[in-house]
């Protein structure tokens, strides 16, 4: 069978895709990266999907429960602890970080139970994030019922009995979340397989501005440039204007010498330490997350 050696994604939400698929407007085999969520899905039917399990996952689920990003301070205090959602989580279950910097799971952080309890003091006021990280496998069916025993002859041995019909199979869990990269992927009827060597090399997308501008959709998920000689501000829009997922997040840096400053649009509330706004210098960076409908929090070098 012939095949392209590009294969195209249909970029969609959750909910977009549902309601597709309650539209009967769906094609088997079809692949579709759903953008709130970081997941790769394949149409069955005209209505109905599959998102595959086993695969590389992110932001990813327990059971069929997720969590949204969860945001909190430092206290300035050793063994500081956060309460997770979820009592059967790991330290490898989740991404956490301090200001911006990666901790390693286990040797900076640990979880018991519900709570994660970091190693070392944070100071007072630095900011924590922490994210889920891998999807539960889910459930095994039920094994069938054994078939009855045939009947005993007199004097010679009975035929044996027929054999059981199968049981029917237990419902199967929800996969987590998974990540695909579309380069390196091939699809062959409903068989996924990818190039792993590939996937890892995916690129970061770098995005760079000349002058003050608002986020764009094109920034989630990037790096944003700002390569200005004079002052210039990045702005924040609401939901309305600009609909971008929870969990989103940009990473922003100023790399000309004009100071770059974060605003944001009116009814959206910018979360930052001290309240500050502006980069502190030339190549400086901060990452900024979405973490409600018209909320985002920005972690990194922030000055007056």
């Known amino acids: ?16 895709l549902n309601a597709q698929a309650s539209a009967g407007s769906l094609l ?3 692949p579709y990266y759903i953008t709130d969520e970081d997941a790769f899905a394949i149409g069955k039917t005209a209505s ?13 689920t327990s059971g069929t429960a997720s969590f949204a990003p969860i945001s909190a301070s430092g206290t300035g205090a050793a063994g500081q602890t956060i309460t997770l959602p979820f009592s059967d989580l790991s330290a490898t279950d989740v991404v956490v970080f301090v200001s911006g910097v990666h901790q390693r799971p286990t ?15 944070v100071p007072a006021g630095e900011s924590i994030l922490v ?23 007199i004097g010679l041995k009975g035929d044996k009995g027929d054999k059981g019909d199968k049981g029917d199979a237990g419902a199967t869990g929800t996969a987590g979340t998974t990540y695909l990269a579309g380069e390196g992927m ?14 890892a090399a995916r690129k970061t997308i770098i995005v760079t501005y000349p002058n003050s501008t608002g986020t764009g959709a094109g920034d989630a998920e990037a790096l944003v440039r700002m ?30 010498t004009g100071q770059t400053s974060i605003a944001a649009a009116s009814g959206v509330s910018l979360q930052t330490d001290s309240g500050y706004t502006k980069l502190k210098g030339q190549y400086a960076a901060v990452t900024l997350v979405k973490v409600a409908a018209d909320t985002w929090t920005a972690i990194g070098a922030l000055v007056p």
């Open 186 to 199: 091939t699809v062959v009827g409903t068989t996924i397989s990818a190039d792993l060597s590939v996937v």
């Open 131 to 153: 994210r889920p990280q891998l999807g539960a496998t889910g459930a095994k069916g039920e094994k069938g019922d054994k078939g009855d025993a045939g009947a005993t002859g």
């Open 48 to 60: 109905s999907y599959v998102v595959p399990a086993g695969a590389p996952t992110g932001n990813g």
């Open 1 to 16: 069978m012939a095949r392209s050696n590009t294969i195209r994604l249909l970029r969609t939400t959750r909910a977009n």
């Open 28 to 30: 088997a085999g079809e």
């Open 227 to 256: 390569d200005a000689a004079s002052a210039n501000v990045y702005t924040i829009p609401t939901n309305a204007s600009l609909n971008l997922a929870i969990g989103t997040t940009i990473q922003l840096q100023q790399v000309g």
């Open 107 to 121: 040797t900076d952080y640990t979880i018991s139970s519900a709570t994660l309890t970091l190693t070392e003091a």
